[in-house]
């Protein structure tokens, strides 16, 4: 049993600033993958920012520069930090956990909406 729970979405003016956490909890692997991916209206489900236990990074080039992404491996939980926000980035954020190193378990968050307007 793994669950996902999101939280600091919400509105936020353009050039602002907001910071996303997400808590894992249940059987979390020692080797995993956790991020961010987001869906705006009428559009896929992208990447945003991963990040392994060991602390690599990975970036949609559309974020970088804007966002880090970083985590408490004692507290199974990952952040995304989150400035200079545009218009663009409205959209719903999904925490994501790629359980395992070989053979991996998805899980995902339930989403937290993420609002840039003025």
């Known amino acids: 049993q793994v669950q996902l729970v999101e939280s600091g979405g919400g509105l936020v003016q353009p050039g602002g600033s907001l910071r996303l956490s997400c808590a894992a909890s249940?059987?979390?692997?020692?080797?995993?993958?956790m991020g961010w991916y987001r869906q705006a209206p009428g559009n896929q489900r992208e990447l945003v920012a991963t990040i392994t236990n060991g602390g690599s990074t990975n970036y949609a080039d559309s974020v970088k520069g804007r966002f880090t992404i970083s985590r408490d491996n004692a507290k199974n939980t990952v952040y995304l930090q989150m400035n200079s926000l545009q218009p663009e980035d409205t959209a719903v954020y999904y925490c994501?956990?790629?359980?395992?190193?070989?053979?991996?378990?998805?899980?995902w968050g339930q989403g937290t909406q993420v609002t840039v307007s003025s």
């Open positions: 249940g059987i979390i692997a020692s080797i995993n993958t």
């Open positions: 994501n956990l790629q359980n395992g190193r070989f053979i991996k378990t998805t899980f």
